[in-house]
């Protein structure tokens, strides 16, 4: 069961990495300095929206494996 576990926390983590990294729409660099990055509210739709909310979804999934893990190891 705990291998289990940990398996299925490295493929969460992987697929949350990933999701992360395909919702930065070119902001570069310059943003990490200060820099403008134009609008920060705007509104998500098509593709955009269900990647976010994808996103949400492995970061409350990630959260409850890693709890489950604290909980089973003791």
Known sequence: MNSF???AIM??????????L??????GLGSLA???SGGVYT??????RVLFFVTI???????????VSVLITG
């Open 43 to 48: 509104k998500r739709r098509g593709v955009e």
């Open 22 to 27: 395909l919702q930065s729409k070119g902001i």
């Open 57 to 67: 979804g492995l970061a409350v999934l990630f959260v409850i494996l890693a709890l």
């Open 11 to 20: 493929i969460t983590s992987v697929a949350l990495v990933g999701s992360i």
């Open 5 to 7: 576990l940990n398996i």
């Open 34 to 36: 200060g820099g403008d």
